[in-house]
């Protein structure tokens, strides 16, 4: 299994997709401290009595939308890319197990989305926290930078679960189009839908979107988005964990009855 892994990893370290797919989530690092600094900067030019009605939604969890369809995008392109080129061909029969492949791969892709989403949201909030400094902006955090640490660990879950479901959607559809459709349908497309549920299923329906999981496992809620905010800390990993297994476990099995 190790050979596995270490093939798979140079496969995706590779490939130029992964490469633009950071880059981007870089410049949007930048972008969020660009903002960071406009803010500032209207804040700084508003008299005492419209500050307190400026608000500005929390700069890290912007970044984990835009990074979560990065990754999932790049989880879909790191299958369906096989298939285009014919290399999955080639891998499945140096690995006739194609569990072994899919598992590889979901081990790298994750390891990359956690590690590079972690590292993203962090550094936009030390930025943020930066560039605003002592500013009572709505929407900026007040607590010390280690106490928001929970919420960031969650929010780099939520950008994994994302790069994983692409990957799964990529393995079951063979198609990049198809699947970054489906991606994009869960990422933005449902949660615009049921924000216009009506109530009560809006919220309980809300709450268990994949966007809105990162909130509630740090139990802080989605006070800034479409989502809900009912689960407990531990459903909301449940469901998270529901999320990649259910997801796994189809990929599996189309893969085990088709041909490359």
Known sequence: MT?????????????????LVLAVVAASVGLMALLAWYAANLWDGLPPARRSTMGLAPLPGLLEWIASLCFAVLG???????????????????????????????????????????????????????????RTMRGQPTEPFLQELPQLG??????????????????????????VAVLVAIWYVIP??????????????GSVLPGALAGQMAGTGNPYSVG?????????LAVTAAYVLVPYGLAAAALSRRDA
């Not at 950008?159 to 479901?165: K, R």
Request: hydrophobic share 55%.
């Open 3 to 19: 050979d596995v892994l270490a093939a798979e990893w140079r496969k995706l370290w590779s490939a130029r997709s992964t490469r």
């Open 76 to 134: 879909v392109i790191s299958f369906t890319g096989e298939y285009g080129t014919g290399m999955i061909r080639l891998t499945f029969t140096a690995m006739p197990s194609r569990r072994s492949v899919l598992a590889a791969k979901a081990a790298v892709v994750g390891a990359l989305a956690l590690a590079c989403g972690l590292a993203a949201v962090a550094a936009t909030s030390l930025l943020g926290r930066a560039i605003i400094g002592g």
């Open 192 to 205: 615009i839908v049921v924000n216009n549920v009506p109530a009560p299923w809006d919220e309980r329906l």
């Open 154 to 179: 969650a929010m780099g879950l939520s950008i994994t679960t994302f790069a994983l479901l692409g990957l799964f959607a990529g393995a079951i559809a063979r198609s990049t189009a198809a699947a």
């Open 228 to 236: 809900g905010s009912l689960l407990s800390p531990l459903a909301a």
